[in-house]
């Protein structure tokens, strides 16, 4: 009966030991395959690294580059400018006043006009208006006319005078220059 129960201790420890191995080993696996994933992971950053780095190496010699080109430039800049003759640019200011005189003039020109043609448009305009307010006058006059003479027909024992015939017929003559055998027109119809 011991020696059963020794045997089964045996079997149990023999059981959980391949267990632990199998978990062990699993582990193990596991691990190393991080590690690996850790170690392909550190190779990537180190070339990205790397490649930033020189990145910014060209970068740096690009602005270098363009930094010196830049003073170049202006040194060159500066030995024309200072080769420039003096009499070149007092001829280019002479230009300059003598397009700035021109201009003010043609502006002052141009007012002129302008102010020309104003003047004339106002003046046709007052025209226009004293035409407009001497046919409105004249067409008054015909309506106050026409409306004399409706009085009169309206009014017949009224008799209109010679010289208000004479005036409403015909106003260029004076009663003066008419003789006795003129014969005054039936205005009552």
Known sequence: MVLMDQINALSYAHNYICVENVRL??????????????KTANILLNE????????????????????????????????????LNHDELRKANQKSEQLKIQLTKTKHEARQEKEALQSLVDDLKIQLNQEKNDKDNGQDQVRKTRADAGERRDTPSQKPSRDALLRTRRPQQTPAKFSQN????NIRG
């Not at 080993?25 to 850790?38: D, P, Y």
């Not at 003129?182 to 027109?185: A, D, L």
Request: with cysteine; glycine share 2%.
């Open 25 to 38: 080993r699993t582990e193990q696996a596991s691990t190393f395959n991080i590690l690996e994933k850790f």
């Open 48 to 83: 990205r690294l790397n490649a930033e780095q020189h990145g910014r190496i060209f970068f740096k010699n690009q602005f270098d580059a363009c930094n010196y080109a830049y003073h170049q430039i202006s040194e060159e800049h500066e030995k024309v400018r200072a080769e």
């Open 182 to 185: 003129t014969t005054i027109p």
